[in-house]
């Protein structure tokens, strides 16, 4: 592996992250807060830091495909890490298990919290935990190639492990200019959906965190009762609305402003990601309707919810809890399924299941008729075996720590639902969950050791498992000599 380059990407990550600081500083200065050491104490940390790892430049600027699964999974742990410190420092909160388990959820746009009164918190800190989700909403590491400049040499590596999605390319010849392009197009929808909240009669600062939240579809909210604290079907429909935009593709918004819009409109991900959507609309609409003094209610409800669910956000409206169990069951499946890959959601990603339901066809029709060739076909294109094969290598790594953390938590003593969802909601990084781990509850109650699985869950379910389970591989760090030369085994 090249030390040197990981060492030297760190660094400018460390750089990065001790400016982003910078806002909630700015924040707590305009609110008066006592809370400034609280994050100037990082600041300077990280900067020291990135100064002795980042300013030189090594002669060997190219970067493997190991480093960049370790590079991914330092940068988000070591982000993390650091970022819990302000929470830490100001008291906010004391316990730096909790700290840390709220930074990590934060980053990794979950949304899940072991807060029990988010209102009592300062405002600076506040600040900075919604303006992770917007950093890692996008990834952290895109975010660092969009304005920091760093050689492409094989850096794709960095953005591969980091993209959610079954593939991943560049939308131009150059990987910095692509991180721009998908940046610029964010940071629009982003201003545009706070403008839209304003309008609505939301405070400033009040539309920044709900525009923080639902463009990294993480879902930190400023409120104790989240969006529903408003009481307002406008800015209920304004941030839906938002959630199922970036929910999609961010690829097909480049080809809409290129103007290829039946590239864009026809897409396969697409068509079928809204109307999984509004078909959970409707059936839990039409679940609800007896429990809603009219249908229209009913559906607002149910459409706000669907879009936070599949979106991976975890905005809520109402305690979804005391919803029927049919309404329950198909927002637990949606947490599974998420939105498109490419996107700021998580989940398994609609375009990853459309293979597996392929696949598995496939299959059958093999079984059937042994001596038939069959080509398994995406958004018009055939699949090459690999992509398919990734696909269901993946669906076995995360269906193998899915059950394995489930096996652990359930030695926390609590039910199973809530033990269920508490792991499908880290590992998909959608929020809340269902019963202990409700809209209306919080992972407070969970021992430490617990907190610290569910870190590795939501920082695996957003790096799409593979470059957390490298950086804890023993055979990631081993050596081994080859005809006098050192070769590195993975």
């Not at 990082?42 to 480093?67: E, Q, S």
């Not at 939501?458 to 023993?474: K, S, T, V």
Request: aromatic share 12%; net charge positive.
């Amino acid at each position: 592996m090249n030390y040197r380059m990981i060492a030297f990407v760190l660094g400018r990550i460390f750089m990065a992250e001790a400016a982003l600081l910078v806002l909630p500083l700015v924040c707590a200065l305009l609110y008066g807060e006592n809370t400034l050491f609280a994050f100037l104490v990082p600041i300077l940390l990280l900067v020291v830091l990135g100064c002795v790892l980042g300013l030189r430049k090594p002669k060997d600027t190219v970067i493997y495909a190991r480093d960049g699964l370790v590079v991914v999974a330092l940068a988000w742990v070591l982000m993390s890490a650091f970022g819990a410190l302000p929470f830490l420092l100001s008291g906010d909160i004391p316990d730096y298990t909790d700290a840390f388990f709220e930074m990590v959820s934060g980053f990794t746009t979950t949304g899940s919290s072991i807060l029990t009164d988010v209102e009592a918190m300062s405002r600076g800190c506040l600040f900075w935990r919604s303006l992770s989700h917007w950093v890692g909403g996008m990834g952290v590491l895109v975010f660092v190639m969009a304005v920091v400049p760093m050689t492409d040499g094989r850096a794709m590596h960095l953005m591969r492990a980091e993209v959610p999605g079954p593939t991943v390319g560049k939308l131009s010849s150059k990987l910095q200019d692509t991180a721009k392009i998908l940046y610029r197009i964010y940071l629009v929808m982003t201003a545009a959906e706070v403008v839209l909240l304003l309008a609505g009669g939301m405070p400033l600062y009040d539309a920044l965190i709900h525009s923080f939240g639902t463009a990294g579809t993480g879902g930190f909210s400023c409120k104790a009762l989240s969006v529903g604290a408003y009481n307002s079907a406008y800015i209920e429909m304004v941030i839906a609305v938002f959630m199922l935009l970036f929910g999609i593709n961010f690829n097909l918004y480049y080809y809409i402003l290129l103007r290829h819009f039946r590239q864009a409109f026809l897409s396969e991900e697409l068509l079928t990601y809204l109307g999984v959507v509004a078909a959970s609309t409707l059936a839990i609409a039409v679940n609800l309707s007896q429990m809603c003094s009219n249908f229209a209610q009913a559906l607002r409800l149910s459409f706000f919810q669907v879009s936070s669910i599949v979106t991976t956000t975890g905005y809520a409206t109402t305690d979804f809890n005391a919803w029927p169990s049919f309404s329950r069951t198909i927002l637990v499946m949606l947490m599974f399924l998420g939105a498109c890959a490419g996107s700021t959601a998580g989940g398994l990603k609609v375009s990853r299941v459309i293979i597996l339901v392929k696949s598995s066809v496939r299959e059958v029709q093999h079984m059937l008729h042994p001596h038939a060739v069959t080509t398994i076909r995406f958004e018009g294109r055939p699949l090459d075996d690999k992509t398919v094969r990734g696909a269901s290598v993946y669906l076995s790594v995360y269906l193998s720590l899915f059950v394995l953390s489930i096996l652990l938590v359930s030695l926390d003593g609590f039910d199973l639902i809530t033990s269920f969802t508490a792991v499908a909601t880290c590992i998909n990084n959608v929020g809340p969950g269902l019963e202990i781990v409700g809209p209306m509850g919080s992972f407070a109650d969970f021992s430490p050791w617990c907190k610290w699985l569910f870190s590795f869950d939501m920082l695996a379910g957003r790096l799409e498992l593979f470059p957390m389970l490298a950086l804890f591989a023993p055979s990631t760090w081993r050596r081994r000599r080859r005809g006098g030369r050192v070769a590195l085994r993975f």
